[in-house]
């Protein structure tokens, strides 16, 4: 086990590292205790190149966990580096380009008044919470947020009329998730929701603000739904697979070669794990989570809690979506 | 206190950090303030000589001077239900505490002005910040029913002071208003001088006149007043320029009535003792007295020990009140919290070290049996001519329940054959005295080759067996703080981190490990290394020149035959060395990364004084070296620019090729060395382990 007095550098580097991250961002989420324990379900080995439990603490030295004071700060650019920005530039065209910039900012006010703030899925999911957190961050009202349920008026369907908008007067919806992975549940969202708005409303904006997106999901996104605009606060590129050929985490050609290995020692627990996402949900290969929960997209091995046939300690826990 | 709960009781490091009520709570003496051996007296605070009070960084003058300050002196007046007059009279003075980088003295300067008329406009300046700075001190001793019999006298006793435009405020607020909206206009004119290009200042009062004339103006206003001291404390003094200091030097030396100056600063950041004054220099014992703090703790062990055990001890009480220690109800001494690492060489600790294998497959008996059959192809070597002579050798030095016992056979081994001696007469010879040792336990010369060379035999055991060598237990950091207390807290800090990290619970159960301990160690080595990047190219040359150094002192931990044991010291004449490498030197010791050894000593066979330093012990870490240092090297002028001077660095080469063949086996160039570069350093530096 890697807690003795033995003395290896590499282990002691990505000890430290791991220190550091607990200590820092990670929010102390993971001591070494819990990291020991983790650990202890890979195998251990003499020859470091075939280690697991070398192989997944240089995984974990690498993990991108993102707090609550982070993922604050990525809503707060949401809203103010993304969002408004698009309804200026929006209102600008619009207007005769001798427009006087004063004139610009009350009609942007007023465009954002007619704006409603969309959480995706079920209200205790954690769309919902992030939406808390970006009214309170953005010093938004309350009223300009709602439930997508209740984007639509039903009162007349089945009767005598068809599907109509609560709130005809509202010119512009967004939509707000934490991650685009493969881009499949916001298109199967898309096709609930944004199409009917859209038909029974076609001069309504729809926007998808995720506050991370997959290139390859995004792009998805922008070709294969109805929203009008996607865009995500970071995008991870494919590097950001951990075994993609051109992952960021196997660049040093001192650590190159562990790249295969290490992906056939997480295939091989996620095929018992998750046997049908051995390497994450749609093959995500992330290694991302968040102080809310910790996406599918990720490895298995660091959010699987299994109780079943192959019991499985997780680092990093995911709270799934329980189904009765 | 103060409503913090911090994750870490030691995360505070610098006394600059601490609020008033901290500098109180966490203040630590080593005697009654009263008693003469105090820290708090030697800082001399109500005597009228001025005093610097001198410090590596980290050494405790801050915290010692804001200690002194009036802000604190009035909370002990408050807890003695003293009133503030009564607390001054008692205590003998009143602290005025002033921070130098507070000044920005950096803006007296350059702007297309003249020297003189920056030092003028500085003087009047810090006239100003220490008037208003005494005239709030005395609006806080004047209580109210003296306040309003002899508040106007004072005003217009102090109103005398200045040369033109005095102020006519009629109470001391007013008055200090007057000189705060003075300083101001200075400052706007300081600040814009690069633009305007002028600089007319309206100085009004000679330089002295405040500082010195406000308290002899305050206490001339009635006999109720007298009986103690003004005390400007000027902190951090390295701040100011050369000239600057020199204006400061001429106070010191024109310092008149009941005020007096006491002077914070770095060891080496006072830059000159010269005053204005004529150009006559300040003398210590004479114009001022000196207070040392690091050298004080580092003269007195015992003295620092016992400071340094309180000082943990407050910081528990303080910040970590869910610790069971603490001087009342304490059951554990306070090293107890602390494991220790393993040095008695029957511990089966060593046992583990060598993984419990048989003697024959250790690795320092593998080393001495390989080097003796190396030397064998190539003609062997005294006492040593067949496989069968190795053999025996090897019989004789086994020890096979305490490798450590071994591995010290091994290494005499090595050591006859690095003289020429006859090594089976002297494996005989080991073998006795080992076997004396283990039978008696006694003291003798193996024991005493034993203590000598424990601490690198271990070392090179623990690198042997691949596992990191520890540091730890509260002595040895409180060896490698140096006399610093900032040193021994932030080696505590590191290592409360590592052990809650790991699981530990420290000073609440159990003990910290060794493996946190080495690992904080390590941890506040690397701070205090990379905290010389920031110095610019002085801090680079200083790095290369102590890792030179450092890889030296490995080279020696971890050779066949160490010729000094422990070595992290090392001497060098003072005539001896480039003006360069000279240079490195000194920058060296003012950064404190090397520690200067008390009590310089001549060479052995010769009258020339030459100066001992050692390797800063909160560094070894980094490199694995010790810290309980023995051995001293001298070195030559070769090896003295070969270290120092960065641009040497093909000389360097060759002295580490010159250290490593020297000490280890074959041992070809130990003599030819002798003669090439270090002629006396060979002789004297082969230990004759046998030789008592």
């Known amino acids: 086990m890697r807690n003795g007095p033995h003395h290896d550098p590499i282990t002691d580097e990505l000890q430290s590292k791991i220190k550091t991250l607990h200590s820092s961002i990670w929010e102390r989420r993971a001591d070494w205790p819990d990291v020991l324990d983790w650990l202890s379900q890979f195998e251990e080995h003499d020859d470091p190149s075939a280690d697991e439990q070398l192989q997944a603490l240089r995984l974990l030295s690498s993990f991108m966990y993102f707090g609550v004071n982070e993922i604050r700060a990525l809503l707060r650019s949401l809203y103010r580096d993304t969002f408004r920005p698009q309804v200026a530039k929006e209102v600008r065209t619009g207007l005769l380009p001798s427009t006087a910039l004063d004139l610009v900012g009350p009609l942007v006010e007023a465009e954002l008044r007619r704006t409603r703030f969309v959480s995706l899925g079920n209200p205790s999911e954690s769309s919902a919470l992030l939406l808390y957190y970006f009214r309170q961050e953005n010093a938004l009202p309350k009223n300009l947020f709602l439930h997508g349920s209740d984007i639509f008026d039903l009162s007349a369907v089945g009767s005598h009329g068809g599907l109509k908008v609560q709130n005809p007067d509202i010119t512009r919806y967004v939509f707000i998730d934490d991650l685009c992975g493969s881009g499949h549940q916001a298109r199967e969202y898309s096709e609930r929701v944004v199409k009917p708005l859209k038909s029974i409303s076609s001069d309504v904006k729809t926007y998808y603000y995720p506050l991370f997106g997959l290139s390859d999901g995004i792009e998805h996104l922008r070709t294969h739904s109805a929203f009008d605009e996607v865009y995500p606060v970071v995008e991870l590129d494919p590097t950001f697979r951990a075994f993609a050929a051109d992952s960021r985490l196997y660049v040093e050609p001192k650590i190159a070669t562990l790249r295969l290995p290490t992906e056939a020692t997480c295939r091989r627990y996620g095929s018992e794990l998750v046997p049908a996402h051995p390497l994450g949900w749609e093959d995500g290969q992330l290694y991302i989570g968040f102080a809310h929960n910790t996406p599918d997209n990720s490895l298995p091995i660091f959010w699987c809690d299994h109780t079943g046939s192959r019991p499985w300690r997780p680092i990093f826990r995911r709270y799934p979506k329980v189904s009765w | ?692």
Not at chain 2, 43 to 63: C, D, E, N, Q, Y
Not at chain 2, 197 to 202: S, T, V
Not at chain 2, 210 to 236: H, K, M, R, T, V
Not at chain 2, 318 to 324: H, L
């Open chain 2, 1 to 692: 206190m103060s409503g913090m709960t911090p994750s870490n009781p030691f995360s505070l490091t610098k006394a600059n950090d601490l609020s008033d009520d901290q500098i109180q709570e966490l203040w630590v003496d080593i005697a009654p303030a009263d008693s003469p051996d105090s820290l708090f007296s030697a800082g001399r605070f109500a005597s009228p000589m001025p005093t610097f009070i001198l410090g590596s960084k980290g050494s405790g003058k801050t915290h010692l001077m804001r200690y002194a300050s009036f802000a604190l002196q009035k909370k002990r007046f408050e807890k003695h239900r003293l009133g503030p007059l009564a607390g001054a009279r008692a205590d003998g003075y009143v602290g005025i505490y002033t921070l130098c980088s507070g000044l920005e003295t950096g803006r007296f300067q350059g702007k297309g002005q003249s020297e003189e008329a920056w030092l003028e406009v500085f003087s009047y300046y810090l006239e100003l910040s220490l008037g208003i700075a005494a005239l709030a001190v005395i609006d806080d001793l004047l209580v109210e029913d003296i306040q309003n019999s002899i508040e106007l006298r004072i005003c217009t006793a102090v109103s005398r002071l200045f040369d033109f435009d005095p102020p006519s405020a009629k109470d001391i607020g007013s008055l200090i208003d007057e000189l705060e909206r003075r300083r101001r206009e200075l400052d706007y004119q300081v600040n814009n001088a690069a633009f305007t290009g002028e600089l007319a200042p309206n100085i009004t009062a000679s330089r002295g006149r405040l500082i010195f004339g406000i308290p002899q103006a305050f206490q001339n206003c009635s006999s109720d007043l007298g009986g103690f001291l003004f005390a400007y404390q000027l902190d951090e003094l390295e701040n100011l320029t050369e000239a600057q200091q020199k204006h400061v030097n001429t106070l010191v030396r024109d310092r008149r009535g009941p005020a007096t100056l006491k002077i914070g600063a770095r060891q080496f950041g006072i830059k000159t003792h010269a005053t204005m004054s004529a150009g006559e220099e300040n003398i210590r014992d004479s114009e001022f007295e000196e207070l040392r703090l690091d050298l004080r703790f580092r003269r007195n062990e015992k003295t620092y020990r016992d400071l340094v055990a309180l000082l943990v001890e407050r910081r528990l009480q303080n910040f970590w009140p869910q610790s069971s220690t603490g001087l009342a109800g304490r059951s554990r001494r306070l090293s107890d919290w602390f494991e220790e690492p393993k040095r008695d060489p029957f511990d089966p600790f060593f046992v583990r070290l060598v993984k419990g294998v048989p003697s024959p497959q250790r690795p320092h008996m593998a080393r001495l049996r390989d080097a003796l059959a190396d030397q064998l192809s190539r003609g062997g070597v005294r006492g040593v001519r067949n496989d069968q002579d190795i053999q025996a050798i090897m019989s004789a030095v086994a020890v096979p329940d305490a490798p450590l016992l071994e591995k010290l056979n091994t290494l005499l081994i090595f050591n006859a054959w690095a003289k020429g001696l006859d090594l089976a007469q002297t494996a005989a010879s080991v073998r006795a005295d080992c076997e004396a040792f283990v039978s008696t336990k006694g003291a003798g010369r193996y024991r005493q080759k034993l203590d000598h060379y424990k601490s690198d035999l271990i070392a090179q055991m623990f690198r042997d067996g691949t596992f990191r060598y520890n540091y730890g237990g509260l002595d040895e950091f409180t060896r490698m703080s140096e006399g610093q207390p900032r040193a021994l807290i932030t080696l505590l800090k590191q290592t409360f981190d590592w052990a809650t990290f790991q699981g530990e619970r420290p000073f609440e159960a159990g003990s910290i490990s060794l493996d946190a301990e080495s690992k904080g160690a390590l941890a506040a080595a690397d701070w205090f290394y990379n905290n010389m990047r920031k110095a610019g190219g002085e801090g680079q040359a200083i790095l290369i020149a102590i890792d030179r150094l450092a890889e030296l002192f490995r080279i020696n931990r971890f050779a066949d035959n160490p010729i000094e044991c422990s070595l992290i010291g090392f001497s060098v004449s003072a005539r001896v060395g480039s003006e360069t490498s000279q240079r490195n030197l000194r920058l060296a010791l003012d950064h404190s990364f090397l520690v200067e050894i008390l009590g310089g000593q001549s060479e052995r066979n010769s009258e020339q004084v030459t100066g001992k330093f050692q390797l800063n012990r909160m560094l070894v870490p980094k490199w694995g070296l010790a810290t309980g240092r023995r051995g001293i090297k001298p070195l030559s002028e070769a090896e003295m620019n070969a270290i120092f001077d960065p641009r040497m660095g093909e000389a360097f080469e060759k002295v580490k090729a010159d250290w490593a063949s020297r000490m280890n086996a074959p041992f070809d160039r130990a003599r030819r060395a002798s003669k090439d570069m270090a002629t006396r350093d060979v002789g004297e530096s082969q230990d004759d382990l046998f030789g008592d």
